[in-house]
C-alpha cells in the first residue's frame, strides 16, 4: 500500500524562499536531463508503455541505433499507413530520435484510422503534451477514455500532462486511482515517484520508486530515477551502487559525482 504524502501547510514565500525554490527548480531540470543522457547511454531493455518499444534499447537521437529503428519502422509505415503496429514503432522511434513534430504527424493519422485505439491515442497526448500542447492532449485523451471502463494507461498519460503543468497534487489522485487497476505496474509507480521528486517530496518519491524498482518489468529507468533521488538526498554511495547496475562503473561514479557537484554548487 502507497503511503500516504505528507500535507505541507503553505504560506506566503519570502523573496529568500523563493530563491531557495528557484535553485531547486533549476538543479532538478539538470538532474533530469542527466537522467535522460544516463539512460540514453544504458544497454538494458526499455519495457515502453507502446508495444513496439519493448524490449528495444536506449539511443542518443542521432545514433545509428536510432537512426536504424526509424528506416526499420518507417519502411513498415510505408506499406501500410493504417497498420496500428506500424504506426506506433514509427512514431516511437521517431521520438527517440528527436523528429517529434514528425512522430505528431503520424499518430494524428493513426488516431484518424483507429479513433477507438486506446494505446494510438495514448501515444498521441503524450506527444502533443511534449511539444507543450497540453489542452489539446487532454481532449485526445478524455475522448479515448471510457468511463465505464477506464484505461489505465490513458490515466498515467493525463497524470503525467497534469505534472508536467505543475499540478502534483491532480496527477498523484490519478496515478493512485489507476494504481487500482494495475496496482503492481512499475512505469506508474515510476511517474509517481517522480510526480513526488517534482514536488520535492524526496522521501515519498524514495520509498515510491524502491517499491517500483522491486517489481518485475521495472526497466533501466526505474532504477536510475532511484539513484537520481539517492543522489539528491546526499545518499551518493548507495546511488552509486544502484546506478552501476545500469551503467558502466566508472560512468555510474562519474554521473553521482557530477551529481555532488552541482548539489554542493546549488547550497553554495
Given at each position: 500500500?502507497?503511503?500516504?504524502?505528507?500535507?505541507?501547510?503553505?504560506?506566503?514565500?519570502?523573496?529568500?524562499?523563493?530563491?531557495?525554490?528557484?535553485?531547486?527548480?533549476?538543479t532538478l531540470m539538470a538532474m533530469t536531463a542527466l537522467v535522460l543522457v544516463t539512460g540514453c547511454a544504458s544497454n538494458k531493455s526499455n519495457t515502453g508503455t507502446h508495444s513496439p518499444a519493448s524490449g528495444t534499447h536506449y539511443s542518443n537521437p542521432g545514433s545509428a541505433q536510432a537512426r536504424a529503428a526509424?528506416?526499420?519502422?518507417?519502411?513498415?509505415?510505408?506499406?501500410?499507413?493504417?497498420?496500428?503496429?506500424?504506426?506506433?514503432?514509427?512514431?516511437?522511434?521517431?521520438?527517440?530520435?528527436?523528429?517529434?513534430?514528425?512522430?505528431?504527424?503520424?499518430?494524428?493519422?493513426?488516431?484518424?484510422?483507429?479513433?477507438?485505439?486506446?494505446?494510438?491515442?495514448?501515444?498521441?497526448?503524450?506527444?502533443?503534451?511534449?511539444?507543450?500542447?497540453?489542452?489539446?492532449?487532454?481532449?485526445?485523451?478524455?475522448?479515448?477514455?471510457?468511463?465505464?471502463?477506464?484505461?489505465?494507461?490513458?490515466?498515467?498519460?493525463?497524470?503525467?500532462?497534469?505534472?508536467?503543468?505543475?499540478?502534483?497534487?491532480?496527477?498523484?489522485?490519478?496515478?493512485?486511482?489507476?494504481?487500482?487497476?494495475?496496482?503492481?505496474?512499475?512505469?506508474?509507480?515510476?511517474?509517481?515517484?517522480?510526480?513526488?521528486?517534482?514536488?520535492?517530496?524526496?522521501?515519498?518519491?524514495?520509498?515510491?520508486?524502491?517499491?517500483?524498482?522491486?517489481?518485475?518489468?521495472?526497466?533501466?529507468?526505474?532504477?536510475?530515477?532511484?539513484?537520481?533521488?539517492?543522489?539528491?538526498?546526499?545518499?551518493?554511495?548507495?546511488?552509486?551502487?544502484?546506478?552501476?547496475?545500469?551503467?558502466?562503473?566508472?560512468?555510474?561514479?562519474?554521473?553521482?559525482?557530477?551529481?555532488?557537484?552541482?548539489?554542493?554548487?546549488?547550497?553554495?
Open positions: 500500500m502507497l503511503r500516504t504524502a505528507r500535507i505541507l501547510t503553505m504560506q506566503a514565500p519570502s523573496t529568500h524562499s523563493a530563491t531557495k525554490r528557484s535553485r531547486l527548480t533549476k526509424v528506416s526499420k519502422w518507417g519502411s513498415a509505415y510505408e506499406r501500410d499507413r493504417t497498420n496500428r503496429m506500424a504506426i506506433l514503432g514509427y512514431s516511437d522511434a521517431l521520438s527517440r530520435n528527436g523528429q517529434t513534430p514528425q512522430a505528431m504527424a503520424v499518430l494524428r493519422g493513426g488516431v484518424i484510422a483507429h479513433p477507438k485505439d486506446r494505446e494510438i491515442a495514448s501515444a498521441y497526448g503524450k506527444v502533443l503534451a511534449m511539444n507543450g500542447r497540453f489542452d489539446e492532449a487532454m481532449n485526445v485523451l478524455k475522448g479515448a477514455q471510457r468511463p465505464d471502463t477506464p484505461d489505465w494507461k490513458l490515466m498515467s498519460a493525463k497524470a503525467a500532462i497534469y505534472d508536467q503543468m505543475g499540478e502534483h497534487k491532480k496527477a498523484r489522485s490519478i496515478y493512485k486511482q489507476a494504481l487500482q487497476i494495475a496496482p503492481d505496474d512499475p512505469s506508474l509507480l515510476n511517474n509517481l515517484g517522480l510526480s513526488y521528486l517534482l514536488s520535492n517530496e524526496l522521501p515519498d518519491a524514495e520509498y515510491t520508486l524502491r517499491r517500483a524498482a522491486t517489481l518485475p518489468g521495472a526497466d533501466s529507468r526505474v532504477r536510475q530515477n532511484l539513484a537520481l533521488v539517492l543522489g539528491i538526498q546526499g545518499k551518493y554511495d548507495e546511488a552509486i551502487q544502484v546506478a552501476r547496475a545500469e551503467l558502466d562503473p566508472r560512468q555510474a561514479e562519474a554521473n553521482i559525482a557530477y551529481l555532488r557537484s552541482m548539489m554542493q554548487q546549488r547550497q553554495g
